[in-house]
């Protein structure tokens, strides 16, 4: 199964019931192991939960700290962006290079990378004391 085909499948687990607008994401281990994530929203916005947050989240639990691979799918026109805050996380875990891909459940699909989504993350390195 692809990473975009698992991000597709456990999308219709998100619990959406605000806005129906079900997200799924997957990400792969430097292991090679995929981990999965779907929002989770909360009637007290904004409590709720990203998918990619989701994904991450499961991976750092399996005792993963890099991922090599990234695929969100919505409903949507077009390939829904990651949020911002969703873009550090990612960042946090992958380099620049890793390959994200963003699709529609219709078949639009946009490859990019961390590096491209957020150009000017913030790092360690902004940390270091001089």
Same mark, same amino acid.
């Given at each position: ?7 597709? *499948? =456990?999308?219709?687990? /998100?619990?959406? !019931? ?5 997200? @799924? ?43 090599? *691979? =990234?695929?969100?799918? /919505?409903?949507? !026109? ?5 949020? @911002? ?46």
């Amino acid at each position: 199964m692809s990473l975009l085909d698992a991000a597709r *499948e =456990v999308r219709e687990n /998100a619990y959406a !019931p605000y806005s129906r607008f079900k997200v @799924g994401a997957a990400v792969r281990g430097a292991s090679g192991r995929v981990y999965r994530g779907v929002n989770v929203e909360n009637v007290a916005y904004p409590e709720g939960t990203c998918a990619e947050a989701g994904a991450i989240a499961a991976m750092v639990a399996a005792g993963e700290t890099e991922l090599v *691979e =990234v695929a969100v799918i /919505a409903d949507s !026109p077009e390939p829904v962006p990651c949020c @911002g805050g969703c873009r550090q996380k990612l960042a946090e875990f992958g380099k620049p290079g890793t390959p994200v891909t963003l699709a529609t459940v219709s078949g639009k699909v946009l490859a990019t990378t961390i590096g491209e989504l957020l150009p000017a993350r913030f790092d360690p390195s902004h940390m270091d004391k001089c």
